[in-house]
């Protein structure tokens, strides 16, 4: 199966602070990875499909990149509302897996 | 409004079996395929299984193979997910999610519902 392996684990921002969270995959997946966010207690939330799709109705403060084993997703400024668990997904191979998880948290 | 509605959750004994429905509305159900994914409580997220627009391509994870059985009744707009020989580590929140294409390529799972929740303990 193919690991994803975001960093960091968790990161404290303050709101228009610029984000940056990486995913590795564990082999070549192209540009075949998605994007959600996540906060408590609510279903997940497609972002960025593709690598760098943004999906309809999404901010265009939300920007991701990559290709191979390397992504990145970015908030070019933190909002309140954007403070909530981020997971990367590749679709290139199943069983289609999610990396663990990017927490951001409120400085 | 695309809607995803999760039922048939609840608490069940280890080894035994539950059928977990989502009934899905705003959308050309037929025209897209249809996962199931699952989160522990306090966990991540993990896909469980697919299902492609007509059936034709069925897809599972490990820990679930053979022991689980996704459906569709496009006629019905209606997704399911037979599970059998039930174990504790299948405790999860399970989320039906759409995806953007008609297969089960996972090109992004566009809309979920708000899951129900299993509960599998003595």
């Known amino acids: 199966d193919i690991q994803m392996t975001p960093s960091p684990s968790s990161v404290s921002a303050s709101v228009g602070d610029r984000v940056t969270i990486t995913c590795r995959a564990s082999?070549?997946?192209?540009?075949?990875i998605n994007w959600y966010q996540q906060k408590p207690g609510r279903a997940p939330k497609l972002l960025i499909y593709a690598a760098s799709a943004l999906q309809g109705g999404v901010p265009s403060r939300f920007s991701a990149s990559g290709s191979g084993t390397n992504f990145t997703l970015t908030i070019s400024s933190l909002q309140p509302e954007d403070f909530a668990t981020y997971y990367c997904q590749q679709s290139y191979i199943s069983p289609w897996t999610f990396g663990q998880g990017t927490r951001v948290e409120i400085k | 409004e695309v809607q995803l509605v999760e039922s048939g959750g609840g608490l069940v004994q280890p080894g035994r079996s539950l059928r977990l429905s989502c009934a899905a509305s705003g959308f050309t159900f037929d025209g897209y395929g249809m996962h199931w994914v699952r989160q522990a409580p306090g966990k991540g997220l993990e896909w469980v299984s697919g299902?492609?627009?007509?059936?034709?391509?069925?897809d599972y994870a490990d820990s679930v193979q053979g022991r689980f059985t996704i459906s569709r009744d496009n006629a019905k707009n209606s997704l399911y997910l037979q599970m059998n020989s039930l174990r504790p580590d299948d405790t999860a929140l399970y989320y039906c999610a759409k995806d953007k294409r008609s297969g089960i390529a996972a090109a992004g799972f566009d809309y979920w519902g708000q899951g129900t929740l299993v509960t599998v303990s003595s």
């Open positions: 299902i492609s627009w007509n059936s034709g391509n069925i």
């Open positions: 082999q070549s997946i192209s540009t075949y």
